[in-house]
Structure formats: structure tokens, C-alpha cells
């Protein structure tokens, strides 16, 4: 099973992008879903994460601004972001944690980078 994520671009300040990620294949079940980002030279911290009760939170930085949802019907999640700044661009990942099987345990996963540059 691997994330597929799609998305992401350049925008201009002021702007507004949606990512969407959703595993490759089929997955019993799915817990938390979030999104990270990471610029060159730090480390990777968390956008927004959404678990299975729909519950949310957010990093300080994007709270008011960004907004992260999922479609359990889909195993899809979406992070829309608006009001972008220039400090929003890194490359953005999806994780989720989830069971490809009732047999196996969660596991996280990490779809791949996906580019979001913010820009005029």
C-alpha cells in the first residue's frame, strides 16, 4: 500500500491550494491521517492531523488558515490551504496510520513529498 497524494504547486500569496492523499489500494482500516511539511535543513513538523472521530488539530502557524478534512468513504484526506504565505512553502508529506489487513497491526505511512511553493 503506498499514499498517493496529489496537489500542491505554485501560488502566489494570498492563495489558496488543496492537497488530497489517499492509499494506493485497499486498507482495512485507517486511524489518524495528517500532513507534515519540511524545508531544507529542518526537521519535519505537523501541519494538521485528523483521527478517526474527526477530530482535529492544528500547528499554531497554520491555525485560521489552513483546514484539514477526510472522506472515510474515500480514505481520503484533504488539507486546504488559503491564505498562503511565502513561509508555507516546503515540501508537504501525508502519514497516515492504518491496518492493511484485520491480521496486521497499524502502521504508519508516509505518502510522497509533494512541492508547495509560495510565491510571487
Known amino acids: 500500500v503506498q499514499l498517493q497524494v496529489s496537489g500542491g504547486g505554485l501560488v502566489q500569496p494570498g492563495g489558496s491550494l488543496r492537497l488530497s492523499c489517499a492509499p494506493s489500494?485497499?486498507?482495512?482500516?485507517?486511524?489518524?491521517m495528517g500532513w507534515y511539511r519540511q524545508t531544507p535543513g529542518k526537521q519535519r513538523e505537523l501541519v494538521a492531523a485528523v483521527n478517526s472521530g474527526g477530530n482535529t488539530n492544528y500547528a499554531h502557524s497554520v491555525e485560521g488558515r489552513f483546514t484539514i478534512s477526510r472522506d472515510n468513504a474515500k480514505n481520503t484526506v484533504y488539507l486546504q490551504m488559503s491564505s498562503l504565505k511565502p513561509e508555507d512553502t516546503a515540501v508537504y508529506y501525508c502519514n497516515a496510520d492504518l491496518k492493511v489487513t484485520m491480521f496486521r497491526s497499524y502502521q504508519a505511512y508516509w505518502g510522497q513529498g509533494t512541492q508547495v511553493t509560495v510565491s510571487s
Open positions: 489500494g485497499r486498507v482495512f482500516s485507517i486511524n489518524s
